[in-house]
């Protein structure tokens, strides 16, 4: 994420921001290298074992090998251009396969089904030699590139959507 970052002048959310809000970034590029940089990003974190194990249970027919996105990040952006450099950026990373891109940025996405929210969400996998060393060269990430306006979408429709995901039972 952070190559991908710096390539494209992504953002991170600012984890020294009071109440860690999504609409609060920092430029990668203005943070590498400093002492406190890897601190001061509010990392994405795993997906719960809990939500694993609902997920799995209900949508996959309690097939673990369905889980695809238990490591996930994001990388915000203030321009188109430089969301599709990073995207450009991943595309030609000899260390990734990239499985399937979800482009919700594009005019024919509905995006009143996500309360207006928009994001390209990309399942890819990690083939780095360090990756094989550990096994996890088959193991699916989600990386969600999005435009800084559309980050504070996202946090106030987390609980809604929540709520909808599990009404629905998915």
Known sequence: LKEWAELSQG???????EGHSLS?????????????AERR?????????????????????NDPSRLLDISRGSIAFETLADLSACLDAI????DVVVSLVKNRMSASFDASETGGYRDVSIK?????????????????CEVQLLMKCFASLRSENDIRYARARDTRGS
């Open 11 to 17: 953002f991170f959310c600012d984890g020294f921001v």
């Open 41 to 61: 990003v509010k990392w994405t974190p795993m997906k719960r074992h809990a939500r694993c194990i609902e997920k799995m249970l209900r949508s996959y027919d």
């Open 124 to 140: 890819l996998r990690l083939v780095s030699p360090q990756a094989r060393a550990l096994g996890a060269e088959l193991h699916v």
């Open 91 to 94: 595309w030609a990373d000899e």
């Open 24 to 36: 609060s970034f920092v430029k990668w590029n203005d943070l590498k290298g400093g002492v406190d």
